[in-house]
């Protein structure tokens, strides 16, 4: 019988792979949907890249990284990442970074160009969070920057000052820290790949990662469920060696849908009326490819 581990991977990679539509921008599905369709892109281009060095075999996500080749190519999908509120240099950066390899980067490469003519890869201004997040999508580009080293910027970051602010009871983190402290950890290692720092540095910020997992098990907030074992798994550790890493697999396991989405960033956030196959998908995308990608580092870990 599967475990549940395999259920989360074959479901919600099924999923994605049956929602595709909302993943591409030029789709009408993607234009009549509230969910933004460049971030998404962004995030399944995520996906598709720390798969693609777990398995060069595994064509699970065959059409995705079809998809992703598709649009990295487009010269409007360049231009509509530029014209993101908000966000647009930090989706170029990750735009260029996450290009599929083999393909034409021109367009990756006049989007640093620009970057750098506007000074963006100066550490000045930046958080300490904002600086790791720069330097490692900067290094996966190839791109010169001005970004102090990993060694430096782990003692900066989120995964060492949030250990000095956590709380003792209720919630250990505020949502917003809890990110922040997820993807600190999800930069410094390269998703798994690599130590992100000095032990001693983060001895303590383990437990805080356990803390959080079990209040977020407890209170089923499945995205940062997802994200807390990514997390732990990154500091080096075996989730599923854990009562914690164990328990966090059952919740999400529970939550996931028989179509193999998960359904919504948390419990509490579930829609009670019916809604509209967009409506769903803005509600369940980002959740069900976090997990995805989990499921896709432990399984891949322990095999």
């Given at each position: ?130 600086r790791l997040e720069t330097r490692y999508y900067a290094d996966k580009a190839g791109v010169e920057h001005g970004i102090e080293p990993y060694e430096e910027l782990v003692a900066l970051s989120p995964l060492v000052a949030l250990v000095a602010t956590a709380a003792t009871e209720g ?48 209170h089923d907030r499945w995205d940062l469920v997802a994200e807390l074992v990514m997390t732990r798994f990154c500091l080096g550790h075996d989730p599923l060696d854990t009562p914690s890493g164990v328990a966090a697999v059952e919740c999400l396991a529970r939550a996931q849908r028989p ?45």
């Amino acid at each position: 019988m599967p475990s549940s581990l395999d259920r989360l991977t074959e479901g919600t990679l099924h999923w994605l792979g049956r929602n595709l539509e909302f993943f591409d921008p030029y789709s009408e599905s993607a234009r009549t949907a509230a969910h933004r369709p460049v971030k998404a892109a962004l995030e399944l281009a995520l996906l598709c890249h720390c798969q693609g060095r777990l398995d060069g075999g595994d064509d699970r996500l065959r059409e995705a990284t079809t998809l992703i080749r598709t649009l990295w190519q487009l010269p409007d999908f360049e231009r509509l990442i530029a014209t993101q509120p908000d966000w647009a240099p930090q989706y170029a950066l990750i735009y260029a970074a996450l290009a599929p390899s083999g393909i034409d980067d021109r367009l990756c490469r006049a989007a640093l160009a620009r970057l750098a003519a506007d000074g963006y890869f100066s550490p000045a201004g930046k958080s300490p969070y904002l600086r790791l997040e720069t330097r490692y999508y900067a290094d996966k580009a190839g791109v010169e920057h001005g970004i102090e080293p990993y060694e430096e910027l782990v003692a900066l970051s989120p995964l060492v000052a949030l250990v000095a602010t956590a709380a003792t009871e209720g919630a250990p983190l505020e949502t917003q820290d809890a990110y922040a402290l997820t993807h600190s950890a999800f930069f410094l290692s390269d998703f798994g790949r690599a130590k992100p720092g000095p032990g001693y540095a983060l001895e303590r910020t383990d437990d805080l990662a356990r803390r959080m997992l079990d209040h977020c098990v407890e209170h089923d907030r499945w995205d940062l469920v997802a994200e807390l074992v990514m997390t732990r798994f990154c500091l080096g550790h075996d989730p599923l060696d854990t009562p914690s890493g164990v328990a966090a697999v059952e919740c999400l396991a529970r939550a996931q849908r028989p179509d193999g989405a998960i359904p919504a960033r948390s419990a509490a956030l579930m829609a009670t009326d019916p809604v509209s196959a967009a409506e769903f998908f803005g509600k369940a995308y980002h959740t069900t490819l976090v997990t995805a990608l989990m499921s896709l580092l432990l399984a891949s870990a322990r095999s």
